[in-house]
């Protein structure tokens, strides 16, 4: 992120962002540290380095570059921004009943709202929070295409039907009719499928 951004760190060096999905209601510590789901700074701690090992096994010596880290336990990113619930930077559940055309609700699965002009660009919008970018990109997309002049969708769909070298259009393959005294072979029986 430095490279893109040089107030993320100082000169010659980089940072680096990971995260990971945890259950909402801890019972017990899968990996046998201690870990309770209070988040308590030992909770926060222990998940950390629970990642960073993670890391480290396909970058050996990624932990020994560390200077710093920053922690946002579950309940931090709630007590920042309250859409966060529970600490979800996806903007709610991933389940099926709020993918697609469902999310955020039933027939509100596109950018463009009731309100106009007005149109959904945060993780809360189809795709979801974990395209990062790309509930922003669908709204932009609807955006300019209610300010497209006419005519320019159907030059672009004229445009979009050349192969990627710019040759001539594609056209599906047709198949021929018999031509009178030339009767088609007769089709090979197809086999069963298993």
């Known amino acids: 992120m430095t490279t893109a951004d040089a107030t993320r760190s100082p000169q010659g060096t980089e940072s680096a962002w990971a995260y990971t999905?945890?259950?909402?209601?801890?019972?017990?510590?899968?990996?046998?540290e201690g870990i309770t789901g209070r988040w308590d700074t030992k909770d926060q701690e222990l998940m950390a380095d629970r990642?960073?090992?993670?890391?480290?096994?396909?970058a050996p010596g990624f932990r020994s570059l560390i200077r710093a880290r920053r922690i946002l336990a579950p309940p931090t990113p709630e007590s920042l921004d309250a859409n966060l619930?529970?600490?979800?930077?996806n903007g709610g559940t991933a389940a099926l009943h709020q993918q697609l055309v469902f999310r955020p609700a039933p027939g509100t699965g596109r950018p463009e709202?009731?309100?106009?002009?007005l149109f959904l660009a945060s993780s809360g919008a189809h795709t979801g929070g974990g395209v990062h970018g790309a509930p922003g990109a669908n709204a932009a997309r609807a955006t300019?295409?209610?300010?497209r002049p006419p005519g320019l969708a159907r030059a672009q769909r004229l445009l979009t039907r050349r192969d990627r070298a710019g040759g001539?259009?594609?056209t599906p393959r047709r198949t021929r009719e018999p031509r009178p005294g030339n009767p088609r072979p007769p089709r090979k029986p197809e086999r069963p499928r298993l």
């Open 85 to 89: 619930h529970g600490g979800a930077i």
């Open 113 to 117: 709202t009731a309100v106009p002009g």
């Open 168 to 170: 001539p259009p594609l």
């Open 144 to 147: 300019l295409r209610r300010h």
């Open 21 to 32: 999905h945890l259950p909402h209601e801890i019972g017990a510590d899968a990996g046998d």
């Open 51 to 58: 990642v960073e090992r993670q890391v480290e096994r396909f």
